[in-house]
């Protein structure tokens, strides 16, 4: 088993090489991971299969089991997902911005790979080449550390991908899935300042919390998500039931899943008429305020926990508020600043809640599940920032470079 220092030392010393790659060699490498991937799907499969038998014997949830599977149309996902991210743009070398000062100097601005990307992820397989994909793309090397439970698979996945890539004559260094799925391997991938650039949490609360408090590396906080729908007095109850069934009910355990609907008192026992049917179909356990529970009487009480909790689950929590000024306070001091959402047919309203909602990404009558890079027209993405430094929002390759000024000039000087 190689140590996690020999790992990222192997990154750094492959960072260079990855830099100076041009557009039709990372596609070619990239093209050739696609492959492979279809080609070892045997192998791939019998490796998840271990980690979902020690899933399942362990007592993990359903909604997370079904994140750790892989089937053969899930592999088959990923290598489309890589070709696709080999079909984008290049951003590298990209001109951001360029002028000639008065002197005659010329200043341009251009992309350029972040270097050396580590990310320490929970129980999806997809995520190894999902990530390792987008860093190459943007020319980065990646150590990649995920959880213990799936192990196998993504040991797998990292082997594939490096006899991939070495065929094409590249760096050993270039992707390195972590194999020690300690606690202690987290812990020091947060400290290796010396060979990582900035360090990316992706999985529930308690991991993003751990890391952005205990790492020495610079971290881009991603995928919290206590994600709201508030039902405003003027929203078409049938249009903010359906919204709240697609935001709770359609994946619950992702980061832009609906965890909490604030209803105004006015519409509160209509609307509730209307969505409570929709939700028992998903067997949805919810949690409400007093004046929820007068409504809903089968709502278990909620506590004070429950408005901050990431359920990843058929949970919801449920608030009757008083109008706009409320809900606009309580998302804002209960949400992560992820993604939210308001129902309603008042222009002022909407406008105001987009303006004074602090999260990535705010919509009006709409689902928070559009938060997503292939949604939103980017492309593959390599999480959800909640962080407003750096990048905000769904991560594509954008945000996995950083620039440089590039100067040039005809004798000047300056005294």
């Known amino acids: 088993m190689k140590d996690i220092l020999t790992q990222a030392a192997l990154c750094k010393e492959a960072a260079p090489a990855l830099s100076i790659l041009s557009a039709a060699e990372k596609n070619a490498a990239l093209l050739d991971i696609a492959a492979a991937l279809e080609d070892h799907r045997a192998d791939i499969l019998a490796a998840n299969a271990l980690d979902v038998s020690a899933a399942r014997e362990s007592g993990m949830t359903a909604s997370l089991l079904d994140r750790l599977t892989l089937t053969a149309e899930r592999v088959s996902a990923m290598a489309e997902g890589v070709r696709q991210v080999a079909a984008l743009p290049d951003p590298i070398g990209e001109v951001v911005t360029g002028h000639t000062l008065p002197n005659g100097l010329e200043v341009r601005q251009v992309r350029v790979p972040l270097g050396v990307i580590g990310i320490i992820f929970e129980a999806r397989p997809n995520v190894t080449v999902d990530a390792a994909v ?35 004559g590249l760096p050993t260094g270039c992707v390195q899935v972590v194999e020690d799925a300690s606690r202690q391997s987290a812990q020091a991938m947060m400290d290796l300042t010396q060979y990582l650039d900035v360090l990316i949490p992706r999985g529930g609360r308690g991991l993003i919390r751990a890391v952005t408090a205990g790492a020495k590396v610079p971290v881009i906080r991603t995928g919290e998500g206590v994600c709201h729908v508030f039902v405003d007095e003027s929203a078409d109850l049938a249009m903010a039931a359906d919204i709240l069934v697609n935001g709770k009910c359609s994946r619950p355990s992702v980061c832009n899943a609906v ?48 408005w901050d909790s990431e359920y990843g689950d058929f949970i919801l929590a449920a608030k009757v508020v008083e109008g706009l000024d409320e809900a606009v306070a309580f998302i804002n001091a209960h949400g992560t600043q992820h993604s939210e959402a308001i129902v309603t047919r ?17 919509y009006v009558n709409a689902s928070t599940r559009f938060t997503d890079g292939f949604q939103f027209g980017l492309g593959a993405e390599i999480g959800i920032s909640t962080q407003k430094m750096h990048a905000r929002g769904p991560m594509g390759l954008q945000a996995l470079t950083s620039t440089k000024f590039l100067v040039t000039g005809d004798g000047q000087t300056r005294w």
């Open 259 to 306: 965890e909490c609907v604030l209803v105004h008192r006015a519409v509160a026992a209509e609307f509730w008429k209307l969505a409570l049917p929709k939700l028992a179909e998903y067997h949805v356990e919810l949690r409400g305020c007093p004046e929820t529970q007068v409504l809903v009487p089968q709502a278990v009480p909620a506590k004070d926990e429950d």
């Open 134 to 168: 987008l860093c190459l793309k943007a020319g980065n090397a990646a150590l990649l550390r995920g959880g213990k439970e799936a192990i196998h698979s993504n040991l797998a996945l990292g082997e594939i991908m490096a006899r991939a890539l070495e065929g094409r």
């Open 346 to 362: 008042d222009l002022q309203n909407a406008r105001r809640f987009q303006q004074e909602v602090d999260a990535a990404a705010v």
